[in-house]
């Protein structure tokens, strides 16, 4: 690409911003100042027009309050676009709300995007579609692993393996690099919310008892494990007894919780095996100095990293702040451009 002197003058003022677009949580980072937004991935429109109500946390306080003409909805699901519009609509009050970061006005900003590995080239045109109507100047994708290790400090351009898990709302990446090149990668659509619906339908079947996702959530929060824990724990749960259509309450041990999350636990931690079994040996070598770096809102479940480094014979370690991971790495590409270029992919699959 021929060197612009105009781009090149924008960039020394424009506002650099990189951005997660989580299935659960939306984290911006903006370049100098850090992670200056994280807010759920949620929208409350009107029910006729389609039109954007509330947008963020205030929007996901409505969950399942909402009156009949209101709809609260997440425009993503699986970490890609699935309400275009929405998504729009969502990243434009974002990127806007970054910008009053700033003191004085400023040019359009760039804008980086984090993605699924996993996702279609039109799953990547849409992201790409979306940022720059949400008023990007220039919008630039990288695959959520990628960002995720470089948020994490991982040497991923050096010689020598880093290995990366990171478990979102909607998508859990696994990545293993070696000389800023991915050198196996998986990408699957078991994550948070898989992980909250396997508790609901715990709840649902040993206790014939409804619960919603946000019942869920929290108690996945609250007392959710991969691995038992010292101490076992007991949280009432409230929803609606199926048989006799009324309120009840019920009180659930850590330990349930646990068995009903073991079948995610369990295809994450199989995806991570099937990686790993198809790495040379030397780089396999490499990881069991290093270990493996975990990332994301999700790799906090408790135990969740003890249960890793039991079943695959390494250290499994938790990154800084695991839930900025992806948002931090998307913010360090613009720092130099030109050399992060590698990392970046094209919305439709053309050289960046």
């Given at each position: 690409m021929a060197?612009?002197?105009?781009?090149?003058?924008?960039g020394?003022?424009?506002l650099d911003i990189?951005i997660?677009?989580g299935?659960?949580n939306?984290?911006?980072?903006?370049?100098?100042?850090?992670i200056?937004?994280?807010e759920p991935?949620?929208?409350?429109?009107e029910?006729r027009s389609?039109?954007p109500?509330f947008?963020?946390?205030?929007a996901k306080?409505?969950v399942?309050?909402?009156?009949a003409?209101?709809i609260?909805?997440?425009?993503?699901?699986n970490?890609?676009i699935?309400?275009?519009?929405?998504?729009?609509?969502?990243?434009?009050y974002?990127?806007?709300k970054a910008?009053?970061?700033?003191?004085a006005?400023?040019?359009?900003?760039?804008?980086?995007v984090g993605?699924p590995?996993?996702?279609?080239?039109?799953?990547?045109?849409?992201?790409?579609?979306a940022?720059?109507?949400a008023?990007?100047?220039?919008?630039y994708l990288?695959e959520?692993?990628?960002?995720?290790a470089?948020g994490?400090g991982l040497?991923?351009?050096?010689l020598?393996g880093?290995?990366?898990?990171d478990?979102?709302?909607?998508?859990s990446?696994v990545?293993?690099f070696?000389?800023?090149?991915?050198?196996a990668?998986?990408?699957l659509?078991v994550?948070?919310d898989?992980m909250d619906?396997?508790?609901?339908?715990?709840v649902?079947?040993?206790h014939?008892l409804?619960?919603?996702?946000?019942?869920?959530?929290r108690?996945?929060i609250?007392?959710?494990?991969a691995s038992?824990?010292?101490?076992?724990q007991?949280?009432?749960?409230r929803?609606?007894?199926?048989v006799?259509?009324?309120?009840?309450?019920v009180?659930l041990?850590?330990?349930?919780?646990r068995?009903?999350?073991?079948?995610?636990v369990k295809?994450?931690?199989d995806?991570?095996k099937?990686?790993?079994?198809?790495?040379?040996p030397?780089?396999?070598?490499d990881l069991?100095e290093?270990?493996v770096c975990?990332a994301?809102g999700?790799?906090?479940l408790k135990?969740?990293d003890?249960?890793?480094s039991?079943e695959?014979n390494?250290?499994?370690w938790l990154?800084?702040?695991?839930?900025s991971?992806?948002?931090?790495?998307?913010g360090?590409?613009?720092e130099?451009l030109?050399?992060?270029?590698p990392f970046l992919?094209?919305p439709?699959r053309?050289?960046?």
């Amino acid at each position: 690409m021929a060197f612009n002197p105009l781009n090149w003058l924008l960039g020394l003022f424009s506002l650099d911003i990189g951005i997660d677009l989580g299935t659960a949580n939306t984290l911006v980072h903006v370049r100098g100042k850090g992670i200056v937004l994280n807010e759920p991935s949620w929208v409350a429109i009107e029910k006729r027009s389609k039109r954007p109500l509330f947008i963020g946390a205030e929007a996901k306080e409505m969950v399942g309050r909402t009156p009949a003409n209101v709809i609260a909805l997440r425009p993503l699901r699986n970490g890609v676009i699935s309400e275009f519009d929405i998504t729009e609509a969502m990243l434009e009050y974002f990127i806007g709300k970054a910008h009053e970061q700033s003191i004085a006005p400023v040019p359009r900003p760039r804008v980086v995007v984090g993605i699924p590995s996993g996702a279609t080239e039109v799953e990547r045109r849409a992201v790409y579609d979306a940022t720059m109507a949400a008023g990007a100047r220039e919008t630039y994708l990288i695959e959520e692993p990628t960002a995720a290790a470089l948020g994490a400090g991982l040497p991923i351009g050096e010689l020598g393996g880093s290995m990366i898990v990171d478990i979102g709302g909607g998508t859990s990446e696994v990545a293993v690099f070696s000389l800023g090149g991915i050198v196996a990668s998986r990408s699957l659509r078991v994550a948070g919310d898989e992980m909250d619906q396997d508790i609901v339908a715990y709840v649902r079947n040993k206790h014939n008892l409804l619960i919603g996702e946000r019942m869920a959530e929290r108690v996945k929060i609250s007392m959710g494990s991969a691995s038992p824990i010292k101490d076992e724990q007991t949280m009432t749960v409230r929803g609606r007894n199926l048989v006799s259509r009324l309120p009840e309450a019920v009180e659930l041990s850590s330990i349930e919780i646990r068995e009903a999350l073991s079948g995610s636990v369990k295809v994450i931690l199989d995806t991570l095996k099937d990686a790993i079994d198809g790495i040379p040996p030397e780089i396999i070598a490499d990881l069991m100095e290093v270990g493996v770096c975990m990332a994301g809102g999700g790799s906090q479940l408790k135990g969740l990293d003890i249960r890793l480094s039991e079943e695959l014979n390494m250290r499994v370690w938790l990154a800084e702040d695991p839930m900025s991971c992806v948002a931090r790495g998307a913010g360090l590409i613009l720092e130099n451009l030109e050399i992060n270029r590698p990392f970046l992919v094209s919305p439709d699959r053309a050289p960046i």
